[in-house]
T-cell receptor, first 112, second 115 residues
Framework: AQSVAQPEDQVNVAEGNPLTVKCTYSVSGNPYLFWYVQYPNRGLQFLLKYITGDNLVKGSYGFEAEFNKSQTSFHLKKPSALVSDSALYFCAVRVRDDKIIFGKGTRLHILP | DVKVTQSSRYLVKRTGEKVFLECVQDMDHENMFWYRQDPGLGLRLIYF???????EKGDIPEGYSVSREKKERFSLILESASTNQTSMYLC??????????????FGDGTRLSIL
């Protein structure tokens, strides 16, 4: 079955430290992978995507993600966290046509 | 920038009522989607549409229907609202490409309470 998993419900990071939000996936064929962020009382905003090419993808707000085919992972990273990065983060994978499925989300808390 | 507008941010309705949630996008996107978001469950797809008058069931279509009479507008209908349909509803749109690799763009959501 095709799926995407975010193993951590919540991640706490001190401001200025590097952060990682984990995502693993299971799909047939080549994966198209996405990260979205949701701020309180807002819809989801697109951060970055992996389609093909370099395993390190750069996106908005200084975020990047590392695609690892052997580990079927697509972890979101940032070298230095900001308090304003506190939000709910969703990993997603395309399953067919334009349909994508989302992980359950990881709440990121950046501690001042 | 793509703008996806949902007609209401907050809505309170009563059990048994017929409820309409409206969504409009301004970028001429072919694809439109309705999701519901519940804590601990992430986003679940209710219905999607890839063209005017075309629709396809998502993962949880029971109790819902949709209408797409114009390309820019996609409506979600709760035929007879029930308390278990209390949720955040999110509309999204995306451009249709041969590689299906474009992100979806979301509205700000409608928080629906059924009393």
């Amino acid at each position: 079955a095709q799926s995407v998993a975010q193993p951590e419900d919540q991640v706490n990071v001190a401001e200025g430290n590097p952060l990682t939000v984990k995502c693993t996936y299971s799909v047939s064929g080549n994966p198209y992978l996405f990260w979205y962020v949701q701020y309180p009382n807002r819809g989801l905003q697109f951060l970055l995507k992996y389609i093909t090419g370099d395993n390190l993808v750069k996106g908005s707000y200084g975020f990047e993600a590392e695609f690892n085919k052997s580990q079927t992972s697509f972890h979101l990273k940032k070298p230095s966290a900001l308090v304003s990065d506190s939000a709910l983060y969703f990993c997603a994978v395309r399953v067919r046509d334009d349909k994508i499925i989302f992980g359950k989300g990881t709440r990121l808390h950046i501690l001042p | 920038d793509v703008k996806v507008t949902q007609s209401s941010r907050y809505l309170v309705k009563r059990t048994g009522e017929k409820v309409f949630l409206e969504c409009v996008q301004d970028m001429d996107h072919e694809n439109m989607f309705w999701y519901r978001q519940d804590p601990g469950l992430g986003l679940r797809l209710i219905y999607f549409s890839y063209d005017v008058k075309m629709k396809e069931k998502g993962d949880i279509p029971e109790g819902y229907s949709v209408s797409r009479e114009k390309k820019e507008r996609f409506s979600l209908i709760l035929e007879s609202a029930s308390t278990n349909q209390t949720s955040m509803y999110l509309c999204a749109s995306s451009i249709l490409t041969t590689r299906n690799n474009q992100p979806q763009h979301f509205g700000d959501g409608t928080r629906l309470s059924i009393l």
